[in-house]
């Protein structure tokens, strides 16, 4: 692999990686959301 | 070459627009429109969040359907000039990858399904799932031009789950719904592949164009549509929605109808002069998000 090559696997890590992030914390979220929903719902 | 032989050039890490692709985004977009209009029909109202996650499992069910399909079809997709610049036929990305993301995003879709919502709309969704991937893409699109017909009932679920997630329970105007969308398939992709044919003739698809030829292709259109549109008026027809979704589904059923005719009339052969295809074929998903819009105005106005 050239050098280039390894910098473009390397950013492409970068924005995987930030974007599972961003996609983890959404889902804490949601499931946060959810809870409190169902909680209503059964109240 | 088979579909388990066929790897492309090795790849570089595959970028997260890839896995974008891999998930169909446009086709998506009709899946959500119509999983969104059976949830906004139903007669029980979910909490906003729970609606926003059942939408966001039929999104995502829809997408690891499609990332499966690619798995299973980078073969023939590096055949298709519509389809070559997919990220597995174009090499950006190793197979397995695709498999892996297909399946994780199926099993997560279906369990949070069953979580926020409840296990009879999460089953649906698995047999909606399971059905396009082994039904229709492994068993049914290489070995029958009957592909579509069988397998266009994958596409015809959401409107299904969206009521079921709203309900925990499947009644007449749903199953109406997955019947307007069953018989508007085989119109829809047989308008696209009389103008695709070479495509699908080169990567041995057996589409009935290339099959049973254009002429009987063509009557095949008229001859679904017709049942198609008895399927877009009856819940009109049986009470199950107003005189605003009838309105619009006699008007748009009629034009679909008069455009269908015009593709019977049509004798172009090349691609290029198939303007009554590519006409029916662009209408027909405006047809479709029409329809289902129609029918979420008309409850909304009546409610």
């Known amino acids: ?43 | 070459m088979t579909s388990t032989t066929f790897q492309p050039q090795a790849a570089l890490t595959a970028d997260w627009r890839d896995f974008l692709a891999l998930t169909k985004p446009r086709v998506m977009t009709l899946v959500v429109f119509t999983g969104l209009a059976g949830l906004l029909v139903a007669p029980v109202k979910l909490p906003a969040v729970l609606g926003f996650t059942a939408i966001l499992c039929i999104a995502l069910g829809a997408g690891a359907a499609a990332a499966l399909n690619m798995w299973w079809e980078a073969d023939i997709d590096a055949l298709m000039k519509r389809t070559a610049s997919r990220p597995l036929p174009a090499g950006r990305m190793e197979r397995q990858t695709a498999l892996h993301f297909g399946v994780g995003l199926a099993f997560f879709s279906v369990v949070l399904m069953g979580v926020a919502t409840n296990w009879f709309a999460a089953a649906i969704l698995a047999v909606s799932i399971l059905f396009y991937v082994f039904v229709y893409t492994i068993w049914l699109k290489r070995r029958t031009p009957q592909n579509i017909v069988i397998g266009g009932a994958a596409g015809a679920f959401p409107p299904v789950i969206g009521w079921a997630a709203a309900t925990g329970d499947v009644a007449t105007l749903p199953m109406l719904l997955f019947a307007l969308i069953f018989l508007w398939t085989p119109p829809h992709f047989w308008a696209l592949s009389l103008f695709v044919r070479s495509d699908y003739a080169k990567a041995g698809v057996p589409m009935l164009p290339v099959v049973a030829g254009a002429k009987a292709t063509r009557s095949q259109i008229l001859l679904y549509t017709i049942p198609m549109t008895a399927a877009a008026l009856a819940p009109w027809a049986l009470g199950l929605a107003g005189p605003l979704y009838g309105v619009a589904a006699a008007l748009l059923s009629a034009l679909f109808l008069l455009l269908a005719i015009q593709v019977l009339a049509s004798r172009a052969v090349e691609p290029a002069a198939m303007k009554a295809e590519k006409r029916l074929f662009a209408f027909s998903i405006l047809y479709l998000f029409a329809m289902f819009g129609a029918l979420a105005a008309d409850r909304w106005i009546g409610a």
């Open chain 1, 1 to 43: 692999m050239t050098p280039a090559e390894q910098d473009e696997v390397r950013h492409r890590q970068r924005s995987r990686a930030l974007i599972m992030a961003v996609l983890l914390g959404a889902f804490v979220i949601l499931v946060y959301a959810i809870s409190i929903a169902k909680m209503g719902m059964k109240g």
